[in-house]
């Protein structure tokens, strides 16, 4: 019996040793070590013995339990390492590979511009507001003067969704919005950046443009201070050499409406190909808001008076910046989107 049990010991530890993974590992758990294996067994036969050769062959059972299960837990211990070794190998990263270069990006030129121009007149105390794109005809003509079948519409030729909403082609009905919403009580000092649209496409016009309003309504509000407000913008955007000039116009919300030149920065008024020898650029167009408009937005034109302005945004980079077709800053081309990145 003592030679059965040795052999068993034998081939329970080479077939631990051959073992592969945890499962085949259990099934030799069960094999040697479960009540009813073969070596379980013979603990049976124990109780036929004196009790000299009980406690001899319980010695020996014993070591050859624990010799069994000592073989199997440093086996189950082996194949964990191992696995864990397979894994990290497989896992492995390879540190000097090259990595992969991201470009930085930058801000393309018409944010750089709303930015400019928005800092300029954040700085005289002006507060940024925002519009809808899609907007109702109502702000975008009616309650800026223009009344429908008015042959003032005809200079905006628009972008209608359907009777009563158009893609808004100009960015004057953020001042409707504004001052209603101050229900006839100032003052006001904002500006508006945004996206204005207009069923145009040439060199000089695209069909998705921008354009920065500018609102002020208080009391005593002059021509004088439109002008003041208007030079310190174009010295800080153009230089401080810049000269304006404003010009009559006329713009269905405001009365007297004007067009506002800057001289010109490049040959400073002598006159050359920029200025079409005139010496002067058109740069937006101006004016004291219409008391029609004051009155309809709810303001008492006795204690009110405003002015307004418009500037197309990519018209003022065209200027500053030398570029030659609007339709540049749509097409997405980044040699010239780039050119820009740097200050
Ligand atoms: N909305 C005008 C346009 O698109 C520009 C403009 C002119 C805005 C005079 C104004 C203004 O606020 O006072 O042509």
Partial sequence: MIKRIQEIAQEA?????????????????????????ELMSFMAKMKDMNQEERASFGE???SVKNKIQTKIDEKRKVLKDLAMEHRLKKEAMDITLPGENYERGAKHLFQKVVDEVSDIFIGMGYQIEEGPEVELDHFNFELLNVPKDHPARDMQDSFYIDETHLMRSQTSPVQARVMLSKNGVGPIKIISPGKTFRRDEDATHSHQFGQIEGLVVDENV?????????ELFVKKMFGEKRKIRMRPSYFPFTEPSVEVDISCFECGGKGCSLCKHSGWIEILGAGMVHP????M????????QGFAFGVGIERVAMLRYGIDDIRRFYTNDMRFNKQFHRE
């Fill in 222 to 230: 002059r021509m004088s201070d439109l002008l003041g407000t208007l």
């Fill in 297 to 304: 937005c709810g303001f008492d034109t006795k204690k009110y």
């Fill in 292 to 295: 029609n408009v004051l009155k």
């Fill in 60 to 62: 020996v059972m014993n």
């Fill in 13 to 37: 530890e080479q077939k631990i040793a051959e073992a592969k993974d945890n499962e085949e590992l259990s099934k030799l758990q069960i094999l040697y070590l479960a009540k009813k294996s």
